[in-house]
Every structure is written in structure tokens, then in C-alpha cells.
């Protein structure tokens, strides 16, 4: 069983179009995260979620907007793409309670290409 | 911000060793330094962190230096499977988040 899955793996668009990324986890973890890694490989957190409420927003565009219904969902949703967007999208999850482990658990990311 | 500096890359022969500098300097009494690693196309994974203690784990041992100002992670007998970028963060006490700097890549060659 797939502890952080992240649906689609692969999203090809077109500019200006609306697009959503689906996350899952199923570790019963309180806190989730989306990390975006861009085409130089720079892996930066972008939104954090603790029990469907948001912690952390690092000046993210408005245009992004994550949306947790339940604490095992954390989905973002992107609405007018930009070729700056085209990425590698990346879901975490963490269990509050044990903060200081520091373990993050990652899923296998999903590939965004803005044309 | 990422507050670790490491070397852009690195090779080892496998089943070697493969030792990886990590310097953290300005790292303060009550950060932690932790190491993830990222294969290609897979997201990151948790591989050790420690405070100030030598920490050794099923995947790897992690040496931290007296004055806390550098680490260094140990992969005692690398395989082709942990060719990979290896991220070096140190994190605060009660954060509940991760800044990943530029990592080391690592390659272990035949």
C-alpha cells in the first residue's frame, strides 16, 4: 500500500487552463505538505496543512490554493497556469505529535508541463 | 532558508564507503541536523538525523562533530541503488517544516 500517493503522476496542459493535483496519505499523519521542485531541482515547500488547517504559506501566488476536506486529503489547485509552473509537485505528510522526528514521508511527485 | 553547506558531488566506489560532508556553522543549541535523499524521480526520503550524539540507523550513521558545526553522513557499504542527491538540513526544535539547500550528489560507480 502506497503511504503518500499523489494523483496525477504526469498532467501536460495548456497555458491559462486550471488544473488540480490529488494527494492522500494513509498513515493517519495530522500534517501534510506540497513542495515544489522546480527544473533546477530546488525542492521548496510551498503549503502546510495541519488538521485541515493551513500553517504554513511561503508567498505562494494566489493562484495556487490547496484544499484539505479531511486530514488524510491535501489537494492543490492551480487556476490560470503559467509556464513558471511547469514542475514537479510534491505531497508530504508528517505526524504532528512527533514533531521532533523531523521525518517527512514523501510521495512520488507529479510532473506538471505548462505548454 | 537552507543553512548547510555541502559539496555539489561526490563519487565512491561500491561497496565502499561513502562519507558526505555536511557544514552547519551557524546551527543553534536546539536545532537538529537531518538527512534525506532523493533517487532520481522518486520524492525524497528520510534517511537519520541526530542533535549532537553519533546516531546509526538500518541505512546509514550520522557523525556530528563536538561543536555541532559539521556532520557527516556514512553509508558504510554503498550500493548502485544509493546513487541519489543527498540534502543535509538542520531543522529547530517544534518547526514543522524542511528547507532543502542544493544537496550532494552522489554517484556509487561499478
Known amino acids: ?40 531541482k530546488f525542492l521548496k515547500i510551498m503549503f502546510s496543512y495541519n488538521n485541515k488547517e493551513l500553517i504554513i ?4 501566488p494566489n493562484r495556487f490554493s ?3 476536506p479531511d486530514k488524510a486529503h491535501l489537494n ?33 511527485g507529479s510532473r506538471l508541463t505548462v505548454l | ?4 553547506t555541502q559539496p555539489t558531488s561526490m563519487d565512491c566506489a561500491e561497496g565502499r564507503a561513502a562519507n558526505l560532508p555536511c557544514n552547519h556553522s551557524t546551527i543553534s543549541g536546539n536545532e537538529y541536523v537531518y ?21 546509526t540507523n538500518e541505512m546509514a550513521s550520522l557523525i556530528i562533530t563536538e561543536d555541532r ?5 556514512i553509508l558504510p557499504h554503498a550500493t548502485l541503488r544509493d546513487t541519489a542527491v543527498y540534502y543535509c538540513i538542520v531543522r529547530e526544535t517544534g518547526a514543522n517544516n524542511l528547507f532543502f539547500g542544493t544537496g550532494t550528489r552522489l554517484t556509487v560507480i561499478p
Open chain 1, 1 to 40: 500500500d502506497t503511504a503518500v500517493s499523489q494523483t496525477p503522476k504526469y498532467l501536460v496542459t495548456q497555458m491559462g487552463n486550471d488544473k488540480s493535483i490529488k494527494c492522500e496519505q494513509n498513515l493517519g499523519h495530522d500534517t501534510m505538505y506540497w513542495y515544489k521542485q522546480d527544473s533546477k
Open chain 1, 57 to 60: 504559506n511561503e508567498t505562494v
Open chain 1, 66 to 68: 490547496p484544499k484539505s
Open chain 1, 76 to 108: 492543490l489547485h492551480i487556476n490560470s497556469l503559467e509556464l513558471g509552473d511547469s514542475a514537479v509537485y510534491f505531497c508530504a505528510s508528517s505526524p504532528w505529535t512527533s514533531q521532533d522526528t523531523g521525518e517527512l514521508f514523501f510521495g512520488e
Open chain 2, 1 to 4: 532558508d537552507a543553512k548547510t
Open chain 2, 35 to 55: 538527512w534525506y535523499r532523493q533517487i532520481h524521480s522518486q520524492g525524497p526520503q528520510y534517511i537519520i538525523h541526530g542533535l549532537k550524539n553519533n546516531e
Open chain 2, 69 to 73: 558545526k559539521s556532520s557527516t553522513l
